[in-house]
Structure formats: C-alpha cells, structure tokens
C-alpha cells in the first residue's frame, strides 16, 4: 500500500475463494459487508485469484513475477521455492528483479519455520514487557505496531534497492522480518540494555529518561505534558506559576527530575488538580511547552480535520474511505486513486495481459 501510494501499479495475488486472511477479519463490518481491518490495508492495488497448485494459475503467476519491477511475499520459509517463484530461480529470468520477503523471524536458520503474528512478536521481542502500568500483567500496543514497522522497513529496503539498481541495473533481495523490525522498535529501550545492561519495565506513562513527560490529571480529565529538556522545564514552572520548582535542587537537571520522579509528580499533580485540562494545556502551549488532550479514536480524527490535516482519502465509485498517507511531497501527488479490490476484481483483465506476453 506505502508504494501504491508512491505511484507503483501494484498486483495483489490472492487466494480463489476465501482471498487475504484480512477480508473475513471482523467486526467491524461495513455495511456492505467488508472487513474494515482489510480495506485499511489494501487501497490503491488490483487483485487477481491464483491457485498456485494450479500449474496454469502457477505459470501466470511465474509471468508476473518475471516481468514485475518488484516481487513481495510473506508465505512461510521455503514455500516460494517450493512452488518455483524462489528468488534464484525468479532473478535468473529477471536480472533487475527486486525480491522482498516478510517472515516472522528469518528466512533461514531454526526460526524460519515459525509462524510470526503481531501479538506474537510483541511479546517475545520485549514491547508487551515495557507497556502498561506496573503492576499490571504485560500489554500490548494498542495498534498491529510490528506490523507496520516491518512493512515500512520493506518499504525502505525495495526503494534502496531500487536506487541501486538505476546505478547498477542489478536487482537484489531484499528480507525482512517482523521480530528484527520489534527490536529495532525498542529504540532507546533495546540501547539501554545494549549499552547499560538496563532491562526496561512497564512504566504506564512516565518515561524512563525524560521528566517530566507523562500524563496527568486535571480537575476534570487528563491530558499529558511533554517537558522534554531544561528549558522547556523552566516554562513549564512558569505557565503553571510554579517558580518554586525552577529553583527546588531535586528538579534542577533532567537527571534530577528523573530520579526523584515520584516526588516531581506529587508537587505537578498538586498543582494541575486545580483546574480543568484546556486550562493547562492552552497555558502550557502559550510558554511553548507541548502538552496536549488524551483524545479517543473519534476525537483525534475530529481535531486532524479541523485544523486542515486532511486525514481521510476517499476514492471515485466506492463507499470506502481510508487514512491519508503521511507521506507529503512537494512536487509529486502522493495516495491511489483505486479503493481496496474485489478478491479478483481485475483478474480477467491480468489475466489476459499475462496471456499476451
């Protein structure tokens, strides 16, 4: 989808019948009856039905391949090979051919076998271990979050190895799995370990090197504060007229407010249990502090578009709707114009270009 966005002619090849697993993934269901998990992820591409047991739905499928720009695939280690659509044999006919494969946790080796979910790699990689609150069992992200790294990584490596090949005119492989892209997901969680043997906790939503950078809670709701350097420190002081805290030894430094966080939050919490969220938000926002509301779904996409984000695409002749790409170039149109296909829906017409080569 991030390429059918950037303007690639993307072919989706799904299996007759039941088609990608996303399209019974519900509820929620429009009213016509489609999964919404599925039409989130897959505007902007044609679809076609092959059974790759099929020895004429497999050839059509090798015709495609060889004359693709770039291949994408996440079945299970081996099977492309299997079904003689392995990168060997694809590239050998297609020399400038880029091959992504997805997995779950490497082509190869003792982890190639097992099957890699979401829910899955957020456990095992460490994010589920450092979110939530602390003394509650651990939790995952609230968004398929190992999902859309490992797709955006993809999406990095097939334009590099794109780049490459306008220089070399070689394509190359290009491997990608969703365990890998978690880890990196860490960020300074995984380099605390790496570097200082730091084994990260869940810490609801304080934050293990900045302070203060949390939520808070007002006299009516929450809403959270984003403090993230000393100076940005001292306008906090000053918007919520707390110049007694500028000066406190303990919260001198962001080291110091760190590790005297519990004592840090009693005095704010003091303070912001006086008046309502938009008060502290709109005073925070005049010293230049970020601080902002904890909207729900619904609200998030209200305030996007009334301050002229634009966050919903639709598309000519369909019902379905989607999140615009964030994606802005200045010189270039970016986002499909082609809702999420049929199972099928230009079979007929690939077929018969296919047919032609």
């Excluded at 007759?16 to 902007?44: I, Q, V």
Aim: hydrophobic share 40%; net charge negative; aromatic share 6%.
């Amino acid at each position: 989808m991030n390429l059918a966005d950037l303007g690639a002619n993307v072919v989706k090849v799904e299996r007759p019948h039941n088609g990608d697993d996303t399209r019974s993934w519900g509820p929620p269901w429009t009213e016509s009856g489609d999964s919404t998990y599925y039409l989130g992820l897959n505007r902007g591409k044609r679809s076609i039905a092959l059974d790759l047991k099929n020895p004429l739905d497999l050839e059509l499928a090798r015709k495609l391949a060889v004359r693709a720009d770039v291949v994408i695939e996440n079945f299970r280690s081996g099977l492309m090979d299997q079904f003689g659509l392995g990168y060997g044999r694809l590239s050998s006919s297609n020399p400038g051919l880029i091959y992504c494969s997805i997995s779950g946790f490497a082509p190869e080796g003792p982890t190639a076998k097992l099957a890699g979910y979401d829910l899955l790699i957020q456990a095992m990689s460490g994010i589920m271990s450092v979110t939530g609150q602390p003394d509650n069992p651990p939790t995952k992200v609230g968004a398929a979050i190992t999902d859309m790294t490992a797709g955006l990584y993809a999406t990095i490596g097939v334009l590099a190895a794109l780049q490459q090949r306008a220089v070399t005119g070689r394509g190359q492989r290009v491997d990608v799995s969703l365990f890998d892209s978690a880890l990196n997901s860490l960020l300074n969680q995984g380099s605390a370990f790496i570097n200082a043997g730091v084994v990260g906790s869940a810490q609801g939503n304080r934050h293990p090197s900045i302070a203060p950078y949390q939520s808070f809670q007002a006299s009516d709701r929450a809403f959270v504060l984003a403090a993230a350097n000393d100076r940005m420190w001292l306008r906090t002081c000053t918007a919520i007229d707390r110049e007694d805290l500028s000066g406190d030894p303990r919260f001198s430094s962001n080291s110091d407010r760190r590790n005297n966080i519990d004592t840090l939050e009693s005095e704010l919490q003091r303070t912001f249990d006086t008046k309502p969220a938009d008060h502290w938000i709109a005073a925070l926002r005049t010293e230049g502090v970020p601080a902002g509301p904890i909207n729900n779904i619904d609200a998030a996409f209200a305030w996007a578009t009334d301050n002229d984000l634009d966050p919903i695409v639709g598309f000519a002749g369909s019902d379905a709707r989607g999140v615009r790409s964030p994606i802005r170039l200045s010189d270039s149109e970016v986002g499909s114009k082609l809702p999420p296909p049929d199972l099928d829906e230009h079979g007929a017409t690939i077929r018969a270009w296919l047919e032609d080569l």
